[in-house]
């Protein structure tokens, strides 16, 4: 068979494949067949809905608890491991930020120091202190009078 | 006038009306049976899924956003029930391997009628879908359109892409002769 430039062999080659008689609705039959059938299926798929093979189905819902059990693991097997590092660096971290007497001097930063490095490192935080505080407290001071010190910083 | 129509029963249906949903069934039905078929490659089983998407677009009006897009929406809710009936009849393990789905021959098919049918049979899922809607019922292109939710230009190209897979088939097969 030669190729023709138009198409109508193959429209009819087609049309004799694939077309056929004009398909009727027959309404009753729907609704009595179907459209029955298919809403008491949903007033009991309303009445009894299986929230956990929803969940248990769904592939997001999957997804999300896989993620949630791997954030928790690498969590804990972060916060174990880490944890006197973190504290020791926080620790330093006061020692080093407090900038005025009052801050230095302060409970949290002394007991924070004594934790890092014992009473030498407390003995260092109130030498910074005693040079922060002024020039004129060259000699030794008690702890009273440190405190009006400090109370002064204060106000100032 | 007719889209106005159209869009006055489908708010009739939706608010609870059958006999309208009923006649926009009747209107669409050779449409949706056309599309079951270019699935299921079946007229019968075409017929029941049709009717089988009617009732779950009925139970389904509410979710129904564009009223204007009702037969696309329609068409979508037919090609999956026809996917899922093609699943549960276990013809394939693969559903998205629908061009696997083999139109039945007849009695009296000549060698060319019957290469055609092969080379329909190969045809993407879009393609043949068309091919069905246009020569099933010889459905005008804005119903084309309008079923498929998209233009008639886009119609007419899938209608002459679909047409010239169909010749180079028939052309590797020997059907026809001379250069495409």
Not at chain 1, 19 to 24: E, F, L
Not at chain 1, 40 to 46: D, H, L, N
Not at chain 2, 45 to 50: K, P, T
Not at chain 2, 85 to 105: E, H, Q, W
């Amino acid at each position: 068979m030669k190729l023709q430039k138009d198409d109508k062999w193959l429209d009819s080659a087609l049309s004799r494949v694939i077309s056929s008689d004009k398909p009727q609705f027959d309404a009753e039959r729907w609704k009595e067949q179907y459209l029955k059938q298919e809403l008491s299926r949903e007033k009991t798929a309303k009445i009894t809905p299986n929230v956990w093979s929803i969940l248990i189905k769904s592939r997001i819902t999957k997804l999300a608890a896989v993620v949630v059990v791997v954030l928790a693991v690498c969590w804990l097997a972060v916060s174990d491991r880490g944890e006197p590092e973190q504290q020791q660096t926080n620790a330093r971290a006061v020692a080093v930020t407090p900038e005025t007497p009052a801050e230095l001097m302060s409970v949290i930063s002394l007991s924070m120091v004594f934790r890092d490095g014992d009473m030498e490192a407390m003995e260092e935080q109130f030498d910074k202190a005693e040079k922060l505080v002024g020039p004129g407290l060259k000699e030794r001071i008690t702890i009273d009078q440190l405190i009006c010190e400090l109370e002064e910083c204060k106000q100032i | 006038m007719a889209r106005e129509s159209e869009l006055a029963l489908v708010e009739a249906a939706i608010d609870g009306d059958t006999d309208s949903f009923t006649e926009l069934c009747r209107r669409y039905y050779p449409a949706m049976v056309a599309i079951a078929h270019s699935v299921l490659g079946d007229r019968h089983f075409a017929e029941d899924a049709a009717q089988e998407a009617f009732a779950k677009a009925f139970s389904w009006l509410s979710k129904l956003r564009k009223k204007e897009k009702f037969a696309c929406w329609l068409a979508t809710i037919c090609r999956n029930v026809s996917r899922d009936m093609l699943r549960a009849k276990g013809r394939l393990s693969n559903p998205d391997d629908l061009t696997k789905v083999v139109i039945p021959s007849e009695d009296g098919d000549n060698e060319l009628t019957e290469a055609v049918r092969e080379a329909v049979t190969s045809l993407s899922r879009t393609l043949k879908e068309v091919i069905f809607l246009r020569y099933y019922d010889g459905m005008p292109y804005d119903q084309i359109s309008e079923v498929l939710g998209i233009s008639k230009t886009a119609v007419d190209g899938r209608l002459r892409r679909a047409k010239k897979m169909v010749v180079e088939y028939l052309h590797r097969s020997g059907f026809v002769e001379g250069p495409l």
